[in-house]
């Protein structure tokens, strides 16, 4: 069983939708989470991190962790071409997923 | 001046050459770590350096050794690689506290074992 799992998508919204990324981990006790963004040819960058139940908002993300359902996801609102990337989730920042590919249309 | 620098940016090697990969943080951060990203592949943590102790993923051949001799400074030495190596290393730092554990990345070395 994968420690992290996301879709891999890729994932195409309009300019302006909200892009919902997901991810679901497998260990129960599972403390911290991360959002990375990675554009290609670049090294991940930090979004946002999550550490209790409930919703996280930044800007214009959202990330919101289910420890119960074990699952973590990621809205964009208001999506923008610069958002397209590849979204990495990663749990207690040892185990990534394999990303999910984000394309917003112009 | 970025805070996780690593150099050689690429780097292009034989299956019989030995190289280094640096990796230097200027953050100030306690704990230093090697990723290998391989397309397709979750990105995949070979080593950790953090409060004075390694830890190593037990999946990671032999053929790569990594040393650290102070906090801020990190290197990947690679010997008698397989073109299956061939991937993004990426170096990346944090601070481990009670606080939290977020990483910072480097740009990435660029491997091509040929």
């Known amino acids: 069983q994968k420690e992290v799992e996301q879709n891999s998508g890729p994932l195409s919204v309009p300019e302006g939708a909200i892009a919902s990324l997901n991810c679901t981990y497998s260990d129960r006790g599972s403390q911290s989470f991360f959002w990375y963004r990675q554009y290609s040819g670049k090294s991940p960058e930090l979004i946002m991190s999550?550490?209790?139940?409930g919703d996280k908002e930044d800007g214009r993300f959202t990330a919101q962790l289910n420890k119960a359902s074990q699952y973590v996801s990621l809205l964009i609102r208001d999506s923008q071409p610069s958002d397209s990337a590849t979204y990495l989730c990663a749990v207690n920042q040892f185990y990534f997923g394999t990303g999910t590919s984000l394309t917003v249309i112009p | 001046e970025t805070g996780v620098t690593q150099t050689p940016r690429h780097l292009v090697m034989g299956m019989t050459n030995k190289k280094s990969l640096k990796c230097e943080q200027h953050?100030?951060?306690?704990?230093m770590y090697w990723y290998k990203q391989s397309a397709k592949k979750p990105l995949e943590l070979m080593f950790v350096?953090?409060?004075?102790?390694?830890?190593e993923n037990n999946s990671v051949p032999s053929r790569f050794s990594p040393e650290c001799p102070n906090s801020s400074h990190l290197f990947l030495h690679l010997h008698t690689l397989q073109p299956e190596d061939s991937a993004l290393y990426l170096c990346?730092?944090?601070?481990?506290?009670?606080?939290?554990?977020?990483?910072?990345f480097g740009e990435g070395s660029w491997l091509t074992v040929v």
């Open positions: 953050l100030g951060h306690n704990a």
């Open positions: 350096y953090s409060l004075e102790e390694r830890v």
């Open positions: 999550i550490y209790s139940n």
């Open positions: 990346a730092s944090s601070q481990v506290d009670h606080s939290g554990n977020t990483i910072y």
